[in-house]
């Protein structure tokens, strides 16, 4: 799945902007044939949630129709042309001049479609139907209503379109997918590169590495779709937080002394694994500092804004953190691009929060997750920055759990087996996932769900369950979430809940527990920002008040302690 390019032989045009957008609250778009274009419609910015875009109809879920109309450059008559949508909640249909295009379920991964057969010079036009209503078999799942919109899972529903949209083009005969796979001897970095043609005779691949002052190629004739190649690189310079090295590592496809497709890529070269009860990144321990985080921002919602991309990683940086989860669902193709640059540590996980593995709904959630960590790994193989694979988070049904989590964990395993697997839990040791996984990861509020007030007591039982749990399993545990409300410039001495002191404290204390014990090699706050979520009686104001910034990105108290903290650490 690789991203589109520009370059002398693949191009393409982002068609973010203002879109036409309709309501169908009475869902009758189909019926009035709407799919061949539709009145009456009002403008919509494209990458954005439309929840907050508008005075009203917040909490309306779908379905909603959005339209485009755009010409076809003129110089690409005989390419393949594709459209590829970055992410789109939670069901679509697409049409172009009236034709079915293709459906796709599930909000925050990449699809795309081939419509060479479909385009035509002058105007076409481009309609979309979202729908993002709750199901129980959907992953992530409806909840029970305790809270609106009915979700089971604790941030906001946002709807629409949520990524760039891009029209491309590439070549008929050519490069279709790259995977890399780095590893080290000595000081020597390898790169297994495979690369996936198609409609290629007589052609040959050149394959040229550059950086840091060296270039290094390798040319072979193209014998099948699937062709293997290695580059040695001596003396490399490794992938590291502290030194996020990156080479180009250059494809270009050669028939008849003519370059017909060509495609950079952005490598590191850097080996992750676990041994023992330690993390290891180039054979050395590494300790994560960081956070679970969310793609959340006023008036955008999940929308794609890469200022807001930015100013995370800068306070990321700022307060030491070297490391955070896709909580809970694949973030920006931007995102990950940059925590490569930035020398970022990424727990990659999908969006299969709050499973109910209910026997009604456990085979289609099996479905969707076996898709879902399917085009994860498709579109985040080749990111160094990406150290870990997440099938879950909290999934509630421990019974069920371990069934499940294998035969998922065995799809990861076959499509990457460079890097550890975990499941994010909240069952300790009932976890059957346990038995396999890597890497144990544990989201734990005692002081605040229960033991609230009380943080003493809290880390007592924090310490307990942490030791009982590497007893019984002998491996590394990564405290995945912690954290409590607390309302931005509300005070209290001694510390109370929601007060500013005792989020401090409470981070503070958990952070000691975690560092007395050799077995644990991260702690991620939850969370690094305030977020949206849906009304309920314990979310004032319809926001999680967790995190060490506001939403608008404004430190509290815990902010300047962590910064003390992961400074020193790091």
């Keep these: ?138 992953v992530p799942p409806r909840g029970r209503p305790m809270n609106n919109p009915q979700t089971n899972f604790d941030f906001y529903p946002f709807c629409g379109i949520h990524r760039p949209v891009l029209l491309y083009a590439i070549p008929n005969e050519g490069l279709r997918d790259i995977t890399v796979r780095p590893s080290i001897k000595d000081t020597t970095g390898i790169l297994d590169v495979t690369l996936e043609t198609v409609g290629l005779n007589d052609a040959y691949v050149n394959l040229s590495l550059k950086g840091f002052g060296s270039e290094i190629t390798n040319t072979s004739k193209i014998e099948l779709n699937i062709q293997k190649m290695t580059l040695e690189v001596k003396q490399a310079k490794f992938w590291n937080p502290e030194t996020p090295n990156l080479y180009d590592l250059i494809v270009e496809i050669v028939k008849a002394d003519t370059i017909i497709d060509s495609y950079s890529l952005k490598v590191g070269i850097r080996t992750i694994e676990v041994k023992g009860d330690k993390l290891l990144l180039n054979g050395k321990p590494i300790y994560l500092t960081g956070f679970g985080r969310h793609e959340d921002f006023p008036i955008t919602g999940r929308g794609y804004v890469p200022a807001v991309i930015i100013k995370d990683y800068s306070l990321m940086n700022w307060i030491g953190a070297n490391s955070f989860r896709t909580s809970h669902y694949p973030y920006s193709e931007q995102m990950m691009e940059l925590a490569d640059r930035l020398g970022f540590l990424v727990i990659d996980e999908i969006p299969a929060v709050g499973l109910t593995l209910r026997k009604d709904v456990i085979e289609r959630q099996q479905e969707l997750c076996d898709q879902f960590i399917e085009v994860l790994i498709k579109r985040d193989k080749n990111h160094p920055s990406v150290i870990m694979w997440s099938l879950a988070n909290e999934p509630h049904n421990s019974l069920k759990s371990g069934e499940f989590f294998r035969k998922l964990y065995d799809k990861t395993k076959d499509l990457d087996n460079t890097r550890p697997v975990t499941v994010v839990n909240m069952m300790g040791v009932k976890e059957k996932a346990f038995e396999f996984c890597e890497v144990l990861c544990i989201n734990r509020y005692y002081g605040w769900y229960l033991q609230p007030g009380n943080i003493d007591e809290a880390c007592e039982l924090l310490s307990k369950e942490m030791d009982n749990l590497y007893e019984k399993h002998r491996k590394p545990i990564i405290l995945s979430e912690f954290g409590a409300d607390t309302i931005p410039g509300w005070h209290s001495q001694p510390p109370e809940m929601f007060s500013e002191e005792y989020q401090t404290e409470f981070i503070k204390k958990y952070i000691d527990v975690c560092r007395s014990k050799p077995y644990v090699i991260g702690e991620h706050v939850w969370n690094m920002c305030d977020f949206k979520t849906s009304q309920g009686i314990t979310r004032m104001g319809s926001t999680n008040y967790k995190g060490v910034f506001t939403r608008d990105r404004r430190p509290k108290m815990a902010a300047h302690l962590l910064r003390k903290l992961w400074k020193e650490k790091n």
């Design 1 to 138: 799945m690789l991203y589109p390019q520009r370059n002398k032989n693949r191009h393409f045009v982002d068609l973010s902007g203002f879109w036409d957008f309709r309501f169908d609250p009475d869902d009758k778009g189909v019926g009035e044939n709407w799919t061949k274009g539709f009145n009456n419609g009002c403008p919509i910015a494209v990458p954005a949630s439309w929840n907050d875009q508008f005075a009203d109809d917040r909490d309306f879920l779908g379905p909603a129709w959005y339209q485009l109309k755009f010409m076809m450059p003129r110089e690409w008559d005989k390419k393949k042309i594709m459209i590829r949508f970055g992410s789109v909640n939670y069901l679509s249909d697409v049409r172009l001049n009236g034709e079915v295009v293709g459906h796709h379920e599930g909000g925050h991964l990449p699809f795309e479609y081939e419509i060479s057969d479909k385009i035509v010079s002058e105007d076409n036009l481009l309609v979309v139907r979202v729908d993002g209503r709750l199901s129980d078999n959907h």
